[in-house]
C-alpha cells in the first residue's frame, strides 16, 4: 500500500507540474486529453493495483474520453 500512496503522490505531483508548465500553448482539446491520460492512469493502476497493462489501458481510455470531451 505504501507502493501505491508514493504512486499516487508523485501521479498528481507530475499532473500539477505539467498544468503549470507545460500546457501553455496547448489547445483546450489537448489539454483536455492530457488530463483525461493522466486521470485514467491513476484510476487504471488504483484498479488493477498497480498493474502496468492497467495503467497503460487506464491512461489510453482517458486520453479518448478526455479528446472527445475537448471544446
Same mark, same amino acid.
Given at each position: 500500500?505504501?507502493? &501505491?500512496?508514493?504512486?499516487?503522490?508523485?501521479?498528481?505531483?507530475?499532473?500539477? &507540474?505539467?498544468?503549470? @508548465?507545460? #500546457?501553455?500553448?496547448?489547445?483546450?482539446?489537448?489539454?483536455?486529453?492530457? @488530463?483525461?491520460?493522466? @486521470?485514467?492512469?491513476? #484510476?487504471?493502476? @488504483? &484498479? $488493477?493495483?498497480?498493474? $502496468?497493462?492497467? $495503467? &497503460?489501458?487506464?491512461?489510453?481510455?482517458?486520453?479518448?474520453?478526455?479528446?472527445? $470531451?475537448?471544446?
Amino acid at each position: 500500500m505504501k507502493t &501505491l500512496k508514493k504512486f499516487m503522490f508523485g501521479a498528481i505531483a507530475a499532473a500539477m &507540474l505539467g498544468g503549470l @508548465v507545460g #500546457c501553455a500553448n496547448m489547445s483546450a482539446r489537448d489539454q483536455n486529453t492530457a @488530463v483525461g491520460a493522466g @486521470v485514467g492512469a491513476v #484510476c487504471g493502476a @488504483v &484498479l $488493477t493495483g498497480g498493474s $502496468t497493462f492497467g $495503467t &497503460l489501458g487506464g491512461a489510453a481510455v482517458g486520453g479518448i474520453i478526455g479528446h472527445e $470531451t475537448g471544446r
